[in-house]
């Protein structure tokens, strides 16, 4: 994950120190001294996520957050005050500000990056939701829902995985005035509950007595129905090599023991805000543009709204020098499946294959329908290789099972699929679907049901 980070501390080893450690991850790092430096550079560079100590001489960090939150240009930027370890009300202080997150000192490798990781996914999630909402204008369409979301973090559904009382007791005690919370001391009875509850998120401690808290999020991330939902691990003080397991297998975010109820609070509202705007990127389109932009069958975005959605996208890309990746797909043979079973098998066969590239999707990659039996998806941030990656996943999930048409009948299906990636300024909409176009049909040549990229 590529981002531009603002380092902001009046004291320069801080800034160095910061400065090497996010470079060495490949982040993009600007820098300021001061406050007023910090707004000046907001105002004229794009910047992913800012990095902001409280205590500095001047302008402090609070006056330089809530200035930022305060200014419609740059609300939607996250930002994570960096505080002492015992100023508690430091933390109170920044959430009244607009922080969207915090970092103590002195600040731990892995905290800094997982942090930084998290936010900067909230910012690609915002900024995409800004894009649809501008999409839907230039086709004179309303947004009302699409901008709505300030108070995405709260009133949300919590499951906390606790089997000491006391622990369970405190964080409830804490979170219940925002949001409805669920304990539950047994995993299974946990994994069994999410079936049957709407979660936002759940809690799980690593120090069950009797269970092994990896292991039900090694199962959350493997069920379809939480797969996308955020998890965030109870940790001690000395269990690293456990919480590197943990960020490895996808969870979403980390607390030390003891937890400090601030620090709760925040992560809590990042991950709920992150997860509903995901369900919104993922799931919903408002009623009055459905019948516009959605392709009656699949339910999938039609050729409409994705060519309007591309003209935005590679202008974005463009100008701010991110890759863009674009996949097209198309069932092999699917002529035999209307002539051999009828139209109904047909369609039968296209909802289902619509179904399978939502599951291969993330929230900010753009699944559409461009008619008969080809579809397209567009992936923002993503290189060629990552695209060549996401379009042979989707390739092997439709190869692996039957597609039920009936009670009576199950078809094998496979699909070809031809991937290219935006290629510069002289790069169009048109050249950019051309391309992908021909790496589809170069699939089809060499013998379909695989998958070919456009390097060029």
Same mark, same amino acid.
């Given at each position: 994950?590529?981002?531009?980070?603002?380092?902001?501390?009046?004291?320069?080893?801080?800034?160095?120190?910061?400065?090497?450690?996010?470079?060495? %991850?490949?982040?993009?790092?600007?820098?300021?001294?001061?406050?007023?430096?910090?707004?000046?550079?907001?105002?004229?560079?794009?910047?992913?996520?800012?990095?902001?100590? +409280?205590?500095?001489?001047?302008?402090?960090?609070? %006056?330089?957050?809530?200035?930022?939150?305060?200014?419609?240009?740059?609300? #939607?930027?996250?930002?994570?005050?960096?505080?002492?370890?015992?100023?508690?009300?430091?933390?109170?202080?920044?959430?009244?500000?607009?922080?969207?997150? $915090?970092?103590?000192?002195?600040?731990?490798?892995?905290?800094? +990056? *997982?942090?930084?990781?998290?936010?900067?996914?909230?910012?690609?999630?915002?900024?995409?939701?800004?894009?649809?909402?501008?999409?839907?204008?230039?086709?004179?369409?309303?947004?009302?829902?699409?901008?709505?979301?300030?108070?995405?973090?709260?009133?949300?559904?919590?499951?906390?995985?606790?089997?000491?009382?006391?622990?369970?007791?405190?964080?409830?005690?804490?979170?219940?005035? #925002?949001?409805?919370?669920?304990?539950?001391?047994?995993?299974?009875?946990?994994? /069994?509950?999410?079936?049957?509850?709407?979660?936002?998120?759940?809690?799980? =401690?690593?120090?069950?007595?009797? =269970?092994?808290?990896?292991?039900?999020?090694?199962?959350?991330? =493997?069920?379809?129905? *939480?797969?996308?939902?955020? /998890?965030?691990?109870?940790?001690?003080?000395?269990?690293?090599?456990?919480?590197?397991?943990?960020?490895?297998?996808?969870?979403?975010?980390?607390?030390?023991?003891?937890?400090?109820?601030?620090? /709760?609070?925040?992560?809590?509202?990042?991950?709920?805000?992150?997860?509903?705007?995901?369900?919104?990127?993922?799931?919903?389109?408002?009623?009055?543009? %459905?019948?516009?932009?959605?392709?009656?069958?699949?339910?999938?975005?039609?050729?409409?709204?994705?060519?309007?959605?591309?003209?935005?996208?590679?202008?974005?890309?463009?100008?701010?020098?991110?890759?863009?990746?674009? /996949?097209?797909?198309?069932?092999? $043979?699917?002529?035999?499946?209307?002539? *051999?079973?009828? #139209?109904? &098998?047909?369609?039968? +066969?296209?909802?289902?294959?619509?179904?399978?590239?939502?599951?291969?999707?993330?929230?900010?990659?753009?699944?559409?329908?461009?008619?008969?039996?080809?579809?397209?998806?567009?992936?923002?941030?993503?290189?060629?290789?990552?695209?060549?990656?996401?379009?042979?996943?989707?390739? &092997?999930?439709?190869?692996?099972?039957? $597609?039920?048409?009936?009670?009576?009948?199950?078809?094998?299906?496979?699909?070809?699929?031809?991937?290219?990636?935006?290629?510069?300024?002289?790069? *169009?909409?048109?050249?950019?679907?051309?391309?992908?176009?021909?790496?589809?049909?170069?699939?089809?040549?060499?013998?379909?049901?695989?998958?070919?990229?456009?390097?060029?």
């Amino acid at each position: 994950m590529t981002a531009r980070v603002l380092v902001v501390d009046d004291i320069i080893a801080n800034v160095k120190l910061l400065e090497a450690r996010l470079s060495a %991850e490949y982040f993009e790092v600007l820098t300021a001294y001061n406050g007023r430096e910090a707004l000046d550079i907001l105002s004229r560079e794009r910047v992913d996520v800012v990095l902001l100590d +409280v205590m500095m001489p001047g302008m402090d960090g609070f %006056e330089v957050c809530r200035r930022i939150k305060s200014d419609v240009k740059m609300q #939607h930027v996250p930002v994570i005050m960096v505080t002492a370890l015992d100023q508690a009300t430091d933390r109170i202080q920044g959430l009244e500000a607009g922080a969207d997150d $915090f970092l103590t000192k002195p600040v731990d490798d892995v905290a800094l +990056v *997982t942090r930084v990781k998290n936010v900067v996914r909230l910012k690609m999630l915002n900024d995409e939701m800004l894009m649809r909402a501008a999409t839907t204008q230039q086709m004179g369409m309303g947004t009302a829902g699409l901008a709505n979301w300030s108070e995405a973090g709260n009133n949300g559904r919590i499951l906390v995985v606790e089997d000491h009382a006391r622990s369970a007791s405190r964080m409830v005690a804490t979170l219940e005035k #925002h949001h409805r919370i669920d304990v539950e001391a047994d995993p299974q009875a946990a994994l /069994l509950r999410t079936a049957d509850a709407n979660y936002d998120l759940i809690i799980v =401690s690593l120090s069950l007595q009797e =269970s092994d808290g990896l292991r039900l999020c090694s199962q959350l991330r =493997s069920l379809d129905r *939480t797969r996308h939902l955020p /998890l965030i691990i109870l940790v001690n003080m000395g269990e690293e090599a456990r919480l590197l397991r943990g960020l490895d297998m996808g969870v979403n975010d980390y607390l030390n023991r003891p937890i400090d109820s601030m620090e /709760l609070l925040a992560r809590v509202r990042t991950q709920i805000t992150r997860k509903r705007h995901s369900d919104v990127l993922r799931n919903r389109i408002e009623e009055s543009v %459905e019948a516009a932009i959605t392709d009656g069958l699949t339910g999938l975005n039609n050729r409409r709204y994705m060519e309007t959605h591309l003209k935005s996208l590679m202008a974005h890309a463009r100008a701010n020098q991110k890759p863009l990746s674009i /996949l097209i797909t198309d069932i092999d $043979f699917f002529k035999r499946v209307n002539d *051999t079973h009828g #139209h109904d &098998a047909g369609d039968a +066969v296209l909802r289902e294959f619509a179904n399978r590239l939502r599951r291969n999707t993330r929230g900010i990659d753009l699944a559409c329908r461009l008619g008969g039996e080809e579809f397209v998806i567009i992936m923002p941030d993503t290189e060629l290789m990552r695209g060549y990656q996401v379009g042979e996943r989707l390739r &092997a999930c439709i190869a692996a099972e039957p $597609f039920r048409v009936n009670s009576e009948i199950e078809l094998r299906v496979t699909a070809s699929v031809g991937v290219a990636t935006f290629a510069g300024d002289a790069e *169009t909409p048109d050249s950019l679907y051309k391309r992908a176009d021909g790496a589809l049909y170069a699939a089809k040549r060499d013998g379909r049901n695989r998958v070919m990229a456009d390097a060029a």
